[in-house]
């Protein structure tokens, strides 16, 4: 079976991490990112994590505050990069709203879907036989939908942040957590397809709950 998250990170092997998803919210949205922030972090901050990610700025690999951390952004301490964690993971509704924006105005073609639009864009067979992502469905599947599902999302990342502790060690640690085990485990195709179904008590209002067989149409 494909896997499910391949499209966050280049690699074919091992577990798509909670650092990881940052990291590929960072490149998607930037703008939403710095917003989620609030100013913990400044702009030259914020491009040394984008360009080495936060495994790297933490070392995750080398036991410590990398080397790019520490010459590119200076004294910055593991607590302000804690800080910044934080922010990022009680900002739920600030990239819910950036998922939900980016599904109603950036649909593209499944030639030219890469990366985090994945989890944002639905496929063609799936726009066509809703009649578009403005439709009535594409509305519910948006607002009922992505905005909902990343709402709660961001709810277990923030209790499993607060359950890992403060220090740099736990900081690794929560940042090495797989992102399945808070319920990021489908792409937006797979939502969908779930939801016209009826499945796990998810419903798009104009279908009046009734499942069906959600095959796309070419």
Not at 138 to 166: P, S
Not at 200 to 207: I, N
Request: zero cysteines; a negative charge.
């Amino acid at each position: 079976m494909e896997r499910w998250d391949k499209y966050l990170v280049e690699e074919e092997e091992g577990e798509v991490t909670i650092g990881d998803f940052f990291d590929a919210l960072n490149k998607a949205m930037p703008n939403a990112f710095q917003k989620a922030l609030g100013g913990v972090w400044d702009k030259k901050t914020i491009a040394v994590v984008a360009g080495g990610g936060l495994s790297a700025v933490l070392g995750l690999t080398t036991g410590g505050l990398s080397t790019t951390a520490q010459v590119g952004i200076g004294a910055l301490s593991s607590a302000l990069l804690n800080k910044g964690i934080d922010q990022l993971t009680t900002s739920g509704g600030v990239f819910a709203k950036a998922i939900a924006k980016l599904a109603k105005d950036s649909q593209v073609s499944d030639s030219n879907r890469t990366g985090m639009a994945n989890y944002f864009d639905i496929d063609d067979g799936y726009e066509n036989m809703i009649g578009g992502i403005d439709s009535e469905i594409g509305e519910e599947f948006v607002k009922n939908g992505l905005y909902i599902d990343y709402l709660d999302a961001f709810e277990k990342i923030k209790k499993a942040k607060d359950r890992f502790g403060d220090d740099e060690d736990a900081l690794k640690a929560f940042l090495a957590l797989p992102i399945r085990e808070v319920g990021i485990d489908r792409t937006a195709s797979q939502l969908f397809k779930a939801m016209m179904r009826g499945e796990d008590g998810m419903s798009l209002p104009s279908m009046d709950n009734r499942k069906v067989d959600a095959t796309p149409i070419a």
